[in-house]
């Protein structure tokens, strides 16, 4: 019998748990799994909460379905049942501008819109408009290899549009600042339009065009985003997860890797360490220090959630939209806020709203030092000026995250690779997880089954083989 232990219970971690049992009973292989998790819960920053009749989502509240993985997580899951779709009278988000919401074409969120005459539409400045609206006639860049987001949109939009636009929306989306973030990471298919088609704008056309009649472009689940959490974890089952328990150290023996926690030692074929770099860091120091050196390397940016309910009749403003982002310019303590009752179905009792507003982003670090009842005072006196919020919330809570998201600076598809490589001189060790290829949960999910067939072929070569369906999206 040989025996796998996966440190870490987020998504990654029970997806790579999750494809091994499935393996081990599709095939009958004689393999013993265990998942290792030091806090008391699965499920890592995918955090559900039931209070009251209210479905608060306190880390990622959707899936990115236009991507593959985003598709086959719920086939695979069996949760399509489950799949709701924002409400079309429910998609546009608003920009914060002097102190006053104004709606942005849903297409803006995607960094680009379809036509350049969504750019005379959008409330920006006359400056960001006209330079916007010639993207679709300047000529691509020349070369490869990787940039900033910053550069990209300065090259392709300018940079008043840069300023207004998709600063606020990488620190609402990645909390990091567009300066450093990597095109070639995060945005891959828009530097790939780029080179196709000569113009994003144009590209964008093109897509849409073929995505007519879909629905959104996001999909979440009913009961939260939990639900996927809670069904990887029965699949696995309890008795294969091992919860409140913290891995101290991690050696090698001269044939198995050795797993110790809380005075316990796991022997193990194979380890899938499917945590932070932070986290993975201090357990291969004594094992691969070139590797806990390069992962060392990774910054990250706090996230912070502020969770508020509140009587429809206490809000003043319409909510017709999903929410809204606030430009660094506007000097707000938040950098925006969802309406999550209004994006999908059943998340708050008839006659109230539930909102979740965030803060946290490269640079603001010091929202961490203040109290709970500090940031959500903070959040909701914003929140009273821009919705017109009046009494009390029904419901308040907060959520930080430290070190809740791996920056992809420019150049971290080559730091994956050379960490991967590293990774490679210890034979059965694998890294999966947010800090490497993705950080959504579709992302994970897959990186979690890509570390699972690894370890098959590790252990029992060609057994992945007459799996494709389990590992492929």
């Given amino acids: ?193 780029e080179r196709k088609k000569g113009s994003v704008v144009r590209a964008m056309a093109a897509y849409l065009g073929s995505r007519s009649g879909r629905g959104s472009a996001f999909r979440s689940f009913r009961g939260g985003m939990g639900r996927v959490v809670e069904a990887l974890a029965e699949e696995v089952g309890p008795e294969r997860i091992l919860l409140g328990r913290e891995v101290r150290s991690l050696g090698r023996a001269p044939s198995v890797w050795e797993v110790e926690f809380a005075g316990e030692v796991l022997e193990a074929d194979a380890v899938v360490l499917a945590l932070p770099a932070f986290l993975a860091r201090p357990l291969l120091g004594g094992v691969r220090p070139s590797l806990a050196s390069l992962l060392g390397e990774q910054a990250y940016a706090p996230a912070v959630s502020l969770v508020y309910a509140f009587r429809r009749s206490d809000v003043s403003f319409s909510l017709e939209g999903s929410g809204y982002l606030a430009p660094r310019a506007e000097r707000t303590f938040l950098g925006g806020c969802s309406w999550l009752s209004q994006k999908w179905p059943g998340r708050a009792p008839e006659g109230t709203v539930l909102l979740r507003a965030y803060a946290g982003r490269v640079g603001q670090e010091e929202v961490l030092s203040f109290p709970p009842e500090e940031l959500l005072r903070r959040g909701l006196e914003e929140l009273r000026v821009v919705l017109g919020l009046r009494g009390e919330p029904l419901l308040s809570r907060a959520y930080l995250w430290p070190r809740a998201m791996p920056q992809y600076r420019v150049g971290h598809l080559e730091w994956v690779e050379a960490a991967e490589r590293e990774a490679g001189y210890l034979p059965g060790l694998y890294l999966a997880g947010a800090s490497y290829r993705g950080v959504g949960v579709p992302e994970c999910f897959g990186q979690g089954l890509a570390a699972a067939r690894s370890v098959l072929e590790c252990l029992f070569p060609g057994s992945a083989e007459g799996l494709e369906g389990l590992f492929e999206p």
Avoid: C, N
């Fill in 1 to 193: 019998m040989k025996r796998v232990v996966v440190v870490g219970a987020g998504v990654t971690g029970l997806s790579a748990a999750w494809g091994l049992v499935r393996a081990v009973r599709a095939l009958g292989l004689p393999l013993e799994v265990r998942v290792v998790e030091r806090e008391r819960r699965v499920g890592g920053k995918v955090l559900t909460e039931r209070v009251d009749g209210f479905v608060v989502d306190a880390g990622p509240d959707s899936l990115f379905y236009v991507r593959p993985w985003a598709r086959a997580l719920p086939q695979r899951l069996g949760l399509e049942a489950d799949l709701v779709d924002q409400d079309p009278h429910h998609r546009t988000v608003f920009l914060l501008k002097g102190g006053r919401l104004q709606p942005l074409p849903a297409s803006f969120l995607a960094l680009a819109p379809s036509r350049p005459a969504e750019f005379l539409k959008a409330p920006l400045s006359w400056r960001a408009r006209l330079r916007g609206a010639v993207e679709a006639f300047l000529p691509p860049r020349k070369g490869g290899g990787d940039e900033s987001i910053a550069s990209f949109v300065r090259r392709r939009f300018g940079r008043a549009f840069l300023e207004e636009l998709a600063e606020p929306l990488m620190a609402g989306i990645h909390g990091g600042v567009a300066e450093e973030l990597s095109m070639a990471a995060l945005y891959p298919q828009m530097l790939e339009m």
